[in-house]
């Protein structure tokens, strides 16, 4: 049957509504300020065959891998064994995914006896066991190293949790109380997607509801077609380069061969580095998920996101390359920071031929740093922190200061929350005058965060990348200044780090200082009374203007 056109457009806005409505009782009802306060999660709706229906407003890397997650779900767990109020955890990278600490939580949702959807969310844990605190290990070299590996794993039963397995879960992990309360706010979030889907169909029907899934995605693959046709066919070549893997300080190349024809789209990834020892190799899923954002932030902003999306874009990444690692190679870091790199060269690219739409390099990395050690009280805690940074300027404008750059959309966490919570004291949270790029349009600034500890001892892991190599600047703009981070900077102890574990003593002083966003075109052609704002603003320095 075709839905009528009014009836389409409230089903699509329900289903909008309800992942938003998901996102907002996993974030009320969790325990971890990763959660709470940064939101480092996302929700999503799928129907009966995995087919991503709708999204919430959440975080690209996560919201492409869930494109896959129920469909590689279908393929190990079969459909008779499902039942209303069953909700299943899984993190193993394989399995639609992108690293352990990122959890996913699915729901089968029924009218009647009939399978129609699926609500599946997406919590990163502070902590999912492994070798260190944080489940960040910057030597690891397999996945084993990096945390308790969750298979498809039946937590709720009919609406009840199995103890026994939750029992098995919170053993293998740091912070139990924590993480128990984060399931719970998992199954939450489904259960509440559950009951507005059965509201759904009740309303409209149960044929009209399944016509309109079809619709959807049918209409999102015909804008996606046209958006791409707006790209002039031929063959565009991009690439980028890691820092390093952690292990060896070689970079590593992420390269990419786009292939435009009609409305269809190519990525070849044959390029690339093959996989790494360390831990930034990623899955096919992240290559996926990064490519879509790409094509979907270039040439599709106003599309509906759903399965429908991706249909006219395929995707060749050779098994055993860093951008399609084998199953057990070590991960954690590949989520977010070759992710962003896979961005990076989609967008070199296709910048001579969208280039009112490109824009430079900007802060693409979380810039991670975990805090992690014990109060007095003998209970471990965990910070898990990621940074905001400049954003690379556009053909019409400077990059915007300390923001999230293309495939993250975590928030920030106050101040107020991590002093309340951790044995540490913020000292200073501030821009960084100067780190943007130089051109027409400057890049945005980077910020800094200082950390005084205030226990004995904490453990610090990072995990970074644009310290070597900064964020590029396009059309002859410059660089942005390079991620940055030291301990007690000045003092005995100037270490500068890019990824490694290091121990701290009280009073020791971390600060960090993420990247600024590389310039878009000439600085020469920057218009006087701009450079004058830029000085009296504190966004340059005199002594770097051009002369």
Known sequence: MTPNPVTLEIVRNALYAIAE???????????????????????????????LLAEGKDIPMHLGVMAFTVQEFLKRIPLRTLRPG????????????????????????????TLVAFAINLAHWPDVGGALAGSYVTTAVESYQEGLRIPPTRVFTAGEVDRNVLELILSNVRGREEREGDIFAQYACNDVAVRRLGELFEEHGEATVLACFDRLMDESEQLMREGIRAIP??????????DDDGITAAPIRVAVRTEIRGD??????????????????TTYFITCSSVYYCLKALVGESIPPNAGCYRPIAVLAPSGAVVNAEPLAAVVGGNHETSQRIVDAVFKALAPVLADRITAGGSNTSGL????????????FVLYE??????????????TNAVRVHMTNVMNTPVEAIEAAYPLRIEEYSLIPGSGGAGEHRGGLGLRRSYRILTDEVRLTTMIER??????????????????????????????????????????????????????????????DLVDLDVAEGYVDPADLWR
């Open 467 to 528: 310290r070597r190599i900064p964020p590029w600047g396009v059309f002859g703009g410059k660089p942005g200044r390079a991620f940055r981070i030291h301990v007690n900077p000045g003092g005995s102890d100037p270490t500068g780090v890019g990824k490694g574990t290091f121990r701290l003593r009280g009073g020791d002083l971390v600060v960090v200082e993420s990247a600024g966003g590389g310039g878009h075109g000439d600085e020469r052609a920057r218009p006087r």
């Open 369 to 380: 740093t975990l805090m992690s050690g014990r109060r007095p009280s003998g209970q471990v």
């Open 86 to 113: 069953d909700v299943f955890f899984l993190n193993l990278p394989e399995v639609g995914g992108n690293h352990l600490p990122d959890v996913k939580a699915i729901t089968p949702v029924f009218i009647g006896d």
């Open 233 to 242: 066919d031929g063959i565009y070549e991009g690439e980028d380069y890691l």
């Open 386 to 399: 990621v940074y905001a940074g400049g954003e690379g300027a556009s053909q019409s404008r400077d990059g």
């Open 21 to 51: 409505e998901m996102r907002i009782i996993l974030m009320r009802s969790a325990r971890a300020p990763l959660l709470k306060e940064a939101g480092d999660l996302s929700c999503a709706l799928t129907d009966a065959e995995g087919r």
């Open 264 to 281: 269809e789209a190519r990525f070849d990834f044959t390029g690339s580095s093959p996989q790494v020892a360390g831990p930034v190799n």
